[in-house]
């Protein structure tokens, strides 16, 4: 079993709709948690980071951690072409520390 | 300020050629990051360097060799490539938890 899973997609939803991405995890010590964005042919780049549990809100972005269910999620409210990508998850049990990475959702914002 | 760069963009190899992957980042950070994206597999770490002068395996680290030539430049190198190695790869420069990386290397392996 994996350290870390997530729901490889694709998931395709029109514009304007709310988008949620999720992970779920098995190491408790995890404490540190990230969503990345990967455009298509590019690196991926940090989107949210939140540390331990409860939510974080930017713009029409929300991070949720639960660490009690050991399950993170990505909220993506009035959803646009422009966030057509593949969404990864990551956490770390320290800043220091080696980050573990989801296998990416890859999303589909249609017009 | 490029942040973190890697060449070449695209390569293709025979298998058993070797090659050298180059990465550079300019935002003087101590730790450096090799990784490779498969489909359906994420990001696998191969090789880290805490800091210069020091390299650790990762998780996939068979098949590859790496340098910290010195605190910008941290280099991977595939000795004798198999198709197992056709992958895409990132390096990557951690600071404070966030991992800044480059654009990424398409390597072919026929």
């Known amino acids: 079993q994996k350290e870390v899973e997530q729901d490889p997609g694709p998931l395709s939803v029109p514009e304007g709709a709310i988008v949620s991405l999720n992970c779920t995890y098995s190491n408790s010590a995890f404490q540190y948690f990230m969503w990345y964005r990967q455009y298509s042919r590019k690196g991926p780049e940090l989107l949210m980071y939140t540390y331990s549990s409860g939510n974080k809100e930017d713009g029409r972005f929300t991070a949720q951690v639960d660490k009690s269910s050991k399950y993170i999620s990505l909220f993506i409210r009035d959803s646009q072409p422009s966030d057509s990508a593949t969404y990864l998850c990551a956490m770390t049990t320290g800043t220091a520390s080696k980050l573990t990475f989801g296998t990416g959702t890859r999303l589909q914002v249609t017009l | 300020n490029a942040g973190v760069t890697q060449t070449p963009k695209f390569q293709v190899l025979k298998t058993g050629q070797s090659m050298t992957l180059q990465c550079a980042q300019d935002?003087?950070?101590?730790?450096m990051y090799w990784y490779r994206q498969d489909p359906g597999m994420g990001l696998r770490l191969i090789y880290y360097?805490?800091?210069?002068?020091?390299?650790d395996k990762g998780e996939v680290p068979n098949g590859y060799n790496v340098s910290r030539l010195n605190k910008r430049e941290f280099s991977l190198r595939l000795e004798s490539a198999a198709p197992s190695q056709t992958s895409v790869y990132f390096c990557?420069?951690?600071?404070?938890?966030?991992?800044?990386f480059g654009p990424g290397t398409r390597l072919t392996v026929t």
């Open positions: 360097s805490a800091s210069e002068g020091t390299t």
């Open positions: 990557a420069s951690p600071a404070g938890g966030e991992q800044y």
């Open positions: 935002m003087n950070h101590n730790s």
